[in-house]
């Protein structure tokens, strides 16, 4: 298994499968066999990401044992678990960062609005442009508000402010500052620095900083938000706040967020998959159900504290 | 002796070995600045105070300090003081003070005594094995105490009974150096305050590892000041002596400085200059940053974000380590056997410039290297999660966090190829001249390739360390070579430390950049 790498993986299959019916239930390969997971979440509509058959190695260590599991659009889906059960290796997994990781080595398909993400011809740019990402820790630039939220559109010549540009007149200046008072005002974090676009990101306090990433992520327009425990180095009332804003996100956007924190899942997400140790998905559905009314016994003693 | 069982949280009394103790430092202090003004010669054995040598008078403060020091640790071990000792003063400061007994019974049985090679070796392994063996199984304060109060007292003895005086001379055999005593009893002194003012220190706080500590920050600090002092004399020496004949002639209303103005005319009556030194030398140092840190900071690019950490990594660094310690006048051979001939065949401002460029790139690529290393890799995965190439990611997340570290590099690089001399004398050579090297405006366009030509470039042009060089050690003709040559020094030093100057300033520049 270790030796198959992504580009070996069959495309047929893949597009067979995402060609069904419109309410559609994930069988799994491994429903069967081993009846200990429940990974059936019958939702409308199309998914809009869809991963299936996924493995994924780190040397000879399997972080991800054969995950199948559809996401559906403009929700918020929860992945919780333990430590080092591959909830953020999975969530690297849909927008390929795991590529940047050394001796990583992803098997299986991964389909954003049916297409294989894992496939030799695709566009690192463009699907990460329509997957955004934030971190765990705030990671912004040592460059001024204004450079961080308008770094993505510049980069992907989206506005063009340079030297060059307002000598030939086509100047975006505007266009950036819509683009910048938008992001911001989605990240719920103008009010606090329309006065000091200028100054640098560095200045701002965690929380700040936090909802700066997501509003540079949010700057390039992406359709896929994926958040990897992004309040976990967060006070309170800053994680309150960045909570709030991921439930207003999910109105426009399919956010996907890791958590270490089963209230904060409870709280804003829409469905939740429980990941535990091995690297297993062993339950996704709604989550109140998953909650309320777990079918595993394993996510249940986890859910109630009962193991760790 | 007092090994309190419940040692005082707060110890706010200032006692009488306290008062001791600082007397031995503020003593030792003022013995050891003037014994290191000794050495350096600005005092000398005929300084007299209040009619007095002060050689004598450092002396007797010598030995009171050894019998203050003496007195310290007998008093903390009979329990006079309240002290808090451990149980040895460990192996490291028994073996230096065993090491110290051989070389003090050494010298004083041999040079003193007159004792033969087998009379002094016997003496002297003696007294340096009791001394080791006795302070490594003394308690600390007997044992940190009176090595140095013994030392200090026999110093200060030698000196006050004139036995150790400035017509004292040490031959040594095999060596054709003399000794003389206007340079040992300054070395005696200093070496003695020293140490005494070490275990001052100690007894001042009384002993264990607050005295550690506080004596370790006395040796380190007065190590700090010293290179400090030194740094400063050895600028203020070759101001002393640049600043008359540099300043010859100068006016600041209407400007005049011919020193730096003029160039080296023959002539007696206009005052010789070394503008055209100084403009060869900024030229060479241009030169070499353009060639230089380009190449270096590419390589650095690509070996720490492209370039898989494997064998040919590694041997890329053994490579640049090699390259950055290898002798400047092997760079100067180089570009004489490979670069002259290629490029006119003749010494030429361009060959210059390439060898130092050369020069500089090794140091600028491994300081590249540590810079962008230090740049935290959550600025390149926040970048690739925007969907940013890496080269996007590199040319502005990656460089601009690097760059002041780019930048030490760079100064630090720039200020050993201005004042290099070696490579200058094979590549470039440019005697005493009177006009600058025009490098823009020898630039010329012509029809073949390739198309520009720049004379300036391909002739030898004059620099200010090998003109040092020329003027003062290869007698080049000149009148009053060595006040020339102190003054091309002073300049010399002046611009390397403008360079300095630009180079900090723009780091500064840089980091506020970024932080603020």
């Known amino acids: 298994m270790t030796e198959t790498t992504t580009q070996d993986t069959d495309r047929s299959e893949t597009a067979g499968a995402s060609s069904d019916s419109q309410t559609r239930s994930q069988p799994g390969a491994g429903t069967e066999s081993t009846p200990e997971t429940w990974t059936d979440y019958e939702f409308e509509g199309e998914p809009k990401m869809a991963v299936s058959g996924l493995d994924v190695y780190y040397g000879d260590d399997q972080a991800l044992d054969d995950i199948s599991i559809e996401i559906p659009e403009k929700s918020v889906t929860a992945l919780i678990g333990p430590s080092g059960c591959g909830k953020s290796t999975f969530l690297r997994c849909l927008n390929r960062m795991n590529d940047r990781i050394r001796g990583a080595n992803v098997d299986g398909t991964v389909t954003f609005e049916g297409k294989n993400i894992y496939q030799e011809a695709l566009d690192l740019v463009e699907l990460r442009k329509r997957v955004g990402m934030v971190f765990q820790a705030p990671n912004p630039f040592p460059k001024s508000i204004r450079d961080n939220v308008a770094y993505g559109p510049r980069k992907h010549g989206k506005v063009r402010t340079d030297f060059l540009a307002k000598l030939t007149g086509r100047d975006d200046s505007e266009r950036e500052d819509e683009i910048v008072e938008r992001s911001l005002k989605q990240a719920a974090l103008w009010d606090e620095v329309k006065d000091r676009l200028d100054d640098n990101a560095l200045g701002l306090s965690g929380g700040q900083q936090q909802r700066l990433c997501i509003a540079r992520c949010l700057a390039v327009d992406p359709e896929v938000i994926l958040m990897d425990e992004p309040a976990s180095a967060l006070d309170p009332i800053a994680t309150a706040k960045i909570e709030d804003l991921i439930e207003d996100l999910a109105e426009d956007y399919t956010v996907v967020i890791v958590t270490h924190n089963m209230q904060q899942a409870a709280r804003i997400s829409d469905q939740t998959a429980v990941f535990l140790t091995g690297g297993e998905l062993v339950e996704y559905g709604d989550t109140d159900q998953v909650f309320e009314d777990p079918q595993s016994q394993r996510v249940e003693d986890y859910i109630t504290g009962k193991f760790g | ?516």
């Open chain 2, 1 to 516: 002796m007092s090994y309190p069982t419940d040692s005082a949280l707060v110890v706010d009394d200032t006692g009488t070995a306290e008062r001791l103790a600082s007397g031995v430092v503020g003593l030792g202090l003022v013995t050891f600045v003037f014994s290191l003004l000794g050495l350096t010669q600005i005092v000398t054995e005929e300084t007299a105070i209040l009619g007095v040598g002060l050689y004598d008078f450092l002396a007797v403060g010598l030995l009171l300090m050894g019998v203050a020091t003496v007195g310290l640790g007998v008093g903390s071990r009979v329990g006079v003081f309240n002290t808090t000792p451990d149980a040895t003063p460990g192996a490291v400061t028994a073996a230096l003070f065993g090491l110290g007994g051989f070389v003090v019974a050494g010298l004083l049985a041999s040079q003193l005594l007159g004792f033969g090679t087998l009379g002094w070796l016997a003496v002297a392994s003696l007294i340096g094995g009791v001394t080791f063996v006795g302070v490594a199984l003394a308690p600390e304060d007997i044992g940190s105490t009176l090595p140095p109060g013994l030392a200090a007292i026999v110093v200060g003895l030698l000196i006050v009974g004139g036995i150790l005086t400035p017509a004292f001379a040490w031959e040594p055999e095999g060596f054709s150096a003399t000794l003389t005593g206007s340079m040992a009893i300054p070395l005696a002194l200093s070496v003695t305050s020293l140490v005494t003012m070490w275990a001052g220190a100690k007894a001042y706080e009384g002993y264990g590892s607050t005295g550690r500590q506080t004596a370790a920050y006395l040796l380190v600090g007065i190590n700090a000041v010293a290179i400090i002092a030194v740094l400063v004399g050895l600028l203020l020496f070759i101001a002393s002596k640049g600043v008359g004949p540099a300043f010859q002639g100068f006016s600041l209303v209407p400007f005049e400085w011919p020193f730096v103005t003029n160039g080296y005319s023959f002539r007696p009556e206009v005052i010789n200059g070394v503008f055209p030194a100084i403009v060869g030398t900024i030229w060479l140092v241009i030169g070499a940053v353009i060639t230089g840190v380009p190449i270096a900071v590419a390589a650095a690019v690509f070996l720490t974000e492209y370039a898989e950490q494997g064998r040919f990594v590694g041997a890329v660094e053994i490579a640049t380590n090699g390259l950055w310690s290898t002798p400047s006048v092997v760079y100067g051979l180089f570009g004489y056997a490979f670069l002259v001939p290629r490029l006119g065949g003749s010494t030429s401002l361009l060959t210059g410039m390439l060898v130092l460029g050369f020069m500089l790139l090794p140091l600028c690529l491994i300081t590249s290297r540590e810079a962008i290393k230090a740049v935290p890799d959550e600025y390149r995965d926040a970048s690739a999660a925007l969907g940013v190439s890496q080269w996007e990611t590199i040319k502005s997340v990656v460089l601009p966090a690097a760059m002041p570290g780019i930048l030490t590099g760079v100064i630090l690089g720039v200020g050993r190829i201005a004042g290099e001399t070696a490579p200058i004398l094979l590549v470039m050579a440019g005697g005493l001249r009177d006009d600058a090297p025009n490098v823009l405006g020898s630039f010329e366009f012509t029809s073949a390739p390739p198309f520009v030509a720049n004379d300036a470039l391909l002739q030898s042009a004059p620099a200010l360390p090998y003109q040092l060089y020329a003027t003062i050690t290869a007698g080049v003709s000149a009148e009053n070579a060595t006040e020339f040559g102190w003054a091309t020094a002073f300049i010399l030093l002046l611009v390397v430390l403008s360079f300095y100057a630009i180079g900090i300033f723009s780091r500064l520049y840089f980091r506020r950049r970024l932080n603020s």
